[in-house]
């Protein structure tokens, strides 16, 4: 079974300040590692996903598969960074995404 | 290109009551998905397709209902609707292995 965990459901940082989400996961094959970003009253949308290797909005995510972890990272916290922050994983031929749980990231003044 | 699109945004059922949770996208995406979001616990998948024609179960279908009669469109039906589907509900397509676009979600209540 797959799973995704994030280990923190709630994530306060000062501006400016390093800020890093946690995300673990579980799978037996090779899966595909995405972070989505939900803001206020939008709809979810993708930040980032593994394959790509990119850095977004000064974002960046490693896939870590000796710690199966694919933690979200930015060196400084911006106030608009304040958001929902779901990791989410597929597997198979499907694209079936499976999320974790969020992590509610809040950059304060 | 409007992406996906979810009707309606907001709605309050009393229990035992049905209705059909509308989505449509307009990119020609061959898989589509409904999640429900409830506080503290992400996105669970209800149903999803991989074509007109084509549905399959997810993680948590029970109390749910979904065909695909078309590409564009993919309803979810609620035939008698209970507390516990209280939630935001979030329609998705993608085309192959590209992005996931997600729809701006419906809230329902259930009371």
């Known amino acids: 079974a797959q799973r995704v965990t994030q280990p923190e459901k709630l994530l306060s940082v000062f501006k400016g300040a390093p800020v890093e989400l946690k995300c673990n996961y579980s799978y037996s094959g090779s899966p595909e590692l995405f972070w989505y970003v939900q803001y206020s009253r939008q709809r979810l949308q993708l930040l980032l996903r593994?394959?790509s290797r990119e850095s977004i909005k000064g974002f960046t995510a490693d896939l870590n598969k000796g710690e199966t972890s694919f933690h979200l990272k930015k060196p400084f916290a911006q106030e608009e960074d304040s958001a929902m922050y779901y990791c989410a994983l597929t597997g198979g031929s499907n694209y079936k995404l499976t999320f974790g749980k969020g992590t509610l990231l809040t950059v304060n003044p | 290109n409007a992406g996906v699109t979810q009707t309606p945004k907001f709605r309050i059922l009393k229990i035992g009551q049905s209705m059909t949770l509308q989505c449509t996208q307009d990119?020609?995406?061959?898989?589509m998905y409904w999640y429900r979001q409830d506080p503290g616990m992400g996105l669970k998948l209800i149903y999803y397709s991989v074509g007109a024609g084509i549905t399959d179960k997810g993680e948590v279908p029970n109390g749910y209902n979904v065909s695909r009669s078309t590409t564009e469109d993919f309803p979810l039906r609620l035939e008698l609707a209970a507390p516990s589907q209280t939630s935001v509900y979030f329609c998705a397509s993608r085309q192959g292995d590209n992005e996931q676009f997600f729809g701006p979600g419906t809230r329902l209540t259930v009371l």
């Open positions: 593994h394959i």
């Open positions: 990119m020609n995406h061959n898989y």
